[in-house]
């Protein structure tokens, strides 16, 4: 799962465009 891609929230929410990927803790 490539994270340069993936932004999540502050809070830990993952964006609805990578709902595979899960948010870091």
Request: aromatic share 4%; no cysteine.
């Given at each position: ?6 932004t ?18």
């Open positions: 799962m490539s994270k340069s891609h993936l999540v929230n502050q809070q830990g929410i993952r964006l609805s465009v990578y709902p595979h990927t899960e948010p870091m803790p």
